[in-house]
């Protein structure tokens, strides 16, 4: 089997994507009724390099692995030689010698499908500065246990056009779904990102409008990963765009409400908003153990039915 990455949701196929979603809610249910006695990936192994911080993700792939009867490796830029200038063409063919799969988070997207075309075994992209595709996966796959499915429906995404807004324009095209943006001005997802997802994806500027008769509505922090010193600047860009149950009400009754946390109460949301029934953000985090493993078994292993 050629060797396949999973940088975007695009390298998918729709009917992959549609697979990956009911694979690993069937994964979920068996994990429940008997613990993780499934493991597929006996001896097999994960690089996991962090060069940004992450909670989720990391606990999410070490676990999986472990689950999996397999081993993830935490490697860090700062104790390995990444931080010291190997370049990482090379980091990426001495990797595939040893390891089965490898999983990046850093900055530059560019970085990242440049390891990946030098890499002989599955890389997945665990973020970057312009994709987040793997809280995608576990996104939809909440959407789609709670309410059962998610194409035709429309999902609201309010505050910055930046990575994870770019996955749930892909994510729009995939599961066919509609998708409103609510941004500042400047503050708009890349624009060939935007016209590749045609007319399901508008953009709009009144968060009430945006929200109104929506089926899901999630936001991420204003300032993300690396743009820590342009907080003040954001916070007072993004004035009026916070999340609050209030703004809940304007859309569907049993409306759905995600974020990929970390969240900052105060900020992009109110205080009290994850208290609120319809925000189900701790099955979404959950759930990126169940998607990963989805996503992991199908690079390493191909489907597998049942
Ligand atoms: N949502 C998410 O990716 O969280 P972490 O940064 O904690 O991994
Ligand atoms: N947009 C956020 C997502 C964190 C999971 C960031 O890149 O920091």
Redesign the pocket.
């Known amino acids: 089997m050629a060797t396949r990455h999973f940088l975007t949701l695009l390298d998918l196929s729709q009917d992959e994507m549609r697979y990956l979603i009911q694979r690993a809610i069937t994964i979920k249910n068996e994990l429940k009724v008997q613990g993780p006695l499934y493991a597929p990936l006996r001896n097999r192994t994960l690089a996991m390099i962090f060069e940004k911080s992450s909670t989720r993700t990391r606990v999410s792939f070490e676990t999986a692995m472990a689950h999996f009867g397999g081993h993830a490796l935490f490697l860090s830029p700062r104790d390995t030689q990444l931080g010291r200038g190997e370049p990482i063409a090379d980091t990426a063919r001495v990797l595939s010698e040893m390891v089965d799969a490898v999983m990046i988070r850093t900055f530059s997207h560019p970085g990242l499908e440049a390891y990946a075309a030098a890499s002989s075994v599955p890389v997945i992209n665990a ?1 970057t500065d312009d994709y ?1 595709p793997c ?1 995608l996966l576990a996104d939809v796959m909440t959407w789609t246990e709670l309410r059962g499915g998610v194409a035709g429906r429309t999902a609201v995404w309010i505050g910055d056009g ?3 807004c770019h996955s749930w324009i892909n994510a729009a095209r995939q599961f066919d779904f509609h998708l409103r943006i609510c941004c500042p001005e400047g503050y708009e997802p890349r624009q060939d990102i935007l016209e590749a997802a045609g007319d399901r994806v508008v953009i709009l500027r009144d968060p009430a409008e945006a929200v109104t008769d929506a089926d899901l509505i999630t936001t ?2 204003w300032a ?2 690396g743009q820590e010193e342009e907080q003040a600047k954001r916070e007072a860009d993004f004035t009026g765009l916070q999340v609050t149950e209030a703004l809940l009400d304007r859309a569907k009754a049993d409306a759905l409400f995600l974020h ?1 946390l970390p969240a900052h109460r105060g900020e992009e949301i109110s205080e009290t908003l994850l208290d609120d029934p319809r925000a189900v953000v701790w099955q979404e985090a959950g759930n990126r153990l169940h998607a990963q493993k989805a996503l992991i078994e199908f690079l390493l292993l191909g489907r597998v039915e049942g």
Do not use: K, T
Request: aromatic letters at 0%.
């Open positions: 973020l987040h809280q930046n990575n994870m991420d922090v993300s990963m990929c």
